[in-house]
């Protein structure tokens, strides 16, 4: 699984010629082919006859960008891009890669789905629909490149925050390889996207004419089991070295997926891990600001789904390699859904939700404001909460009492109010700061900008999962690890919160610049690769070694 380096470009290794390797998006140099290459290839006469360098194409390609109106359009245009010069898109993604993520990612990723089918242009990635379940193995046979390192997944039941977009899902995998490439640096020629196509319950998407995927209600039970599993057995035959990451898929299968095939192949759940990897790296950072540990903290979750439960269990992993049993570790969550409180008494916990449920006997004599159960509000009252999290994307949910009444009993509460997009996060990052006077620790999952307090700018870090996957995806390829471990996912996860700016100034964002982030992916994917070895899933080097494979591995966007 070793980088494949530079794309190809001489006559030794490309068989293409004129407007069939202008045509060639992993090939095409445009403007920027020398006056040798276009004598050897046949381009004179189908090129302009400056010639040009990939910064001078970048100027060019950044220009066309800005004068587009609207997001969605930019988000078409860089697509275009990529499927016309890859080095360029990249080369274009880099130059500007804090004003882009937002475009080629979340949140107008999330918009592109919901329009796929009346953007789509090329073809990109794999749709494997469930009428050919049968020939998953050819359909995975026909894929565009022999060698890849990482495939992402979904079947686009539940992407962002818009829910079930059949297979317009398919654009999260292509939007989610252009970062594994962008900020990992894992070659675009070795990236697969891929949406199981099972159907869809919207609809919008069923009445629309210009739907692309499979008209029909989405495949459920046995069956949906069944094509998923035809699926990773397809994949195990076809691509039995490549990192497989599950994405966007709903709460009801996403963890018994993760835990089914976790242990047979090369494989991780971003949902879950990713986003409890960044989550806890945020933490990390935070809890060396207030100066404790993590295992002094009281931590409230609000939401307990399947990211939610996810953030816990990185957590609990952290606090017990703090020294706490299993047990003690349990004791410092809190964890609520949309029925309040989970405790012992409640019968409707999965088992996942049932290692948080906090003893009846503890919570004896609490006031139950919210329908019988004991609700957010009711428990901030009662414990002296130091962390805040949300994942339950009811906006507003971290109220103004609610946020006072934990500045009261912490001196620099630990705010993460984390559901996107924007309308389903808990709370604004301007009103934690000025509800807690400007003590307040706050990373979101949706981005806010810079809040001016106390003649302080206060940056707000976004919990995006941009800073685990790529990284993580480099740090598997790189060390040639055979599973993902959750003491992998530890391991990412403090080596970023080692990283923030917060440690060096208070008034810094707990997370790195995007600026930075390739440098930061690099340094997560050497602690990655070391892991993995602890862990006896990846072969023995020394960290030497492991740093030159991370660093031979990331591809730079260069002609």
């Not at 990390?284 to 207030?290: D, E, P, R, S």
């Not at 106390?454 to 690890?481: E, H, K, W």
Request: some cysteine.
């Amino acid at each position: 699984m070793a980088s494949i380096g530079t794309i190809p470009q001489s006559s030794a290794t490309n068989t293409l010629r004129g407007m069939d390797l202008l045509d060639s998006a992993l090939l095409n140099k445009g403007t920027a082919f020398s006056q040798e290459e276009r004598s050897e290839f046949g381009l004179h006469g189908l090129l302009p006859p400056q010639v040009e360098t990939l910064d001078e194409q970048v100027v060019r390609a950044y220009e066309a960008f800005q004068r587009k109106d609207d997001d969605l359009e930019r988000h078409i245009y860089l697509r275009a891009l990529q499927d016309t010069n890859e080095v360029l898109f990249y080369g274009v993604l880099l130059d500007h890669i804090a004003e882009m993520t937002p475009i080629v990612y979340t949140p107008t990723v999330a918009l592109a789905c919901q329009q796929f089918s009346h953007i789509y242009r090329r073809p990109r990635g794999l749709f494997i629909s469930y009428p050919h379940r049968d020939s998953i193995r050819t359909l995975l046979h026909n894929r565009p490149n022999r060698d890849v390192d990482v495939i992402v997944v979904t079947d686009g039941e539940r992407i962002l925050g818009i829910g079930d977009q059949g297979a317009g899902g398919l654009g999260i995998p292509i939007g989610k390889l252009s970062l594994y490439t962008l900020i990992g640096g894992i070659h675009p020629a070795r990236t697969l996207p891929i949406v199981l196509d099972v159907g869809t319950n919207n609809a919008e998407r069923l009445n629309d004419p210009e739907y692309l995927g499979w008209r029909h209600e989405r495949i459920t039970g046995q069956e949906y089991s069944d094509f998923v599993d035809q699926f990773v057995q397809a994949v195990k035959e076809e691509l039995p070295k490549t990192c497989l990451q599950w994405e966007d898929f709903a709460t009801p299968h996403a963890r018994p997926i993760l835990q089914r095939y976790r242990d047979q192949l090369l494989t991780f759940n971003d949902d879950i891990q990713g986003t409890s990897a960044v989550a806890l790296g945020a933490i990390l950072g935070a809890v060396k600001v207030t100066g404790k540990s993590l295992k002094d903290h009281q931590i409230v979750m609000f939401g307990a789904g399947s990211a939610g439960i996810g953030v816990a269990d990185g957590l609990r992993e952290a606090i017990k390699g703090e020294g706490l049993s299993e047990k003690e570790a349990r004791t410092h969550f809190w964890i609520i859904d949309k029925d309040g409180l989970l405790h012992s008494g409640r019968k409707d916990l999965s088992p996942e939700q049932g290692v948080y449920a906090q003893p009846e006997g503890r919570i004896s004599g609490w006031p139950r404001t919210f329908n019988g159960h004991v609700g957010l509000a009711d428990l901030i009252g009662q414990i002296d909460a130091t962390i805040l999290i949300g994942l339950s994307t009811v906006g507003g949910a971290f109220s103004e009492p609610i946020v006072r009444e934990m500045a009261r009993k912490a001196e620099r509460p630990i705010i993460f109010p984390l559901s996107n997009p924007t309308a389903k996060s808990e709370a604004t990052a301007e009103d934690l700061i000025r509800w807690t006077d400007g003590r307040a620790l706050v990373a979101s999952g949706s981005p806010f900008a810079p809040v001016s307090y106390g003649g302080r700018t206060i940056m707000i870090a976004q919990c995006n999962n941009v800073y685990i996957f790529p990284a993580m995806g480099l740090g598997v390829v790189a060390s040639g690890a055979r599973r993902v471990t959750e003491p992998m996912m530890l391991a990412a996860a403090r080596t970023l919160g080692g990283n923030s700016p917060a440690l060096k100034d208070p008034s810094a964002s707990l997370l790195p610049p995007l600026a930075d982030i390739r440098r930061v992916a690099a340094d997560i994917a050497v602690a990655v690769g070391i892991e993995a070895q602890k862990d006896g899933v990846a072969p023995a080097m020394s960290e030497a070694e492991i740093r030159q494979r991370v660093r031979n591995t990331q591809w730079t966007p260069a002609y």
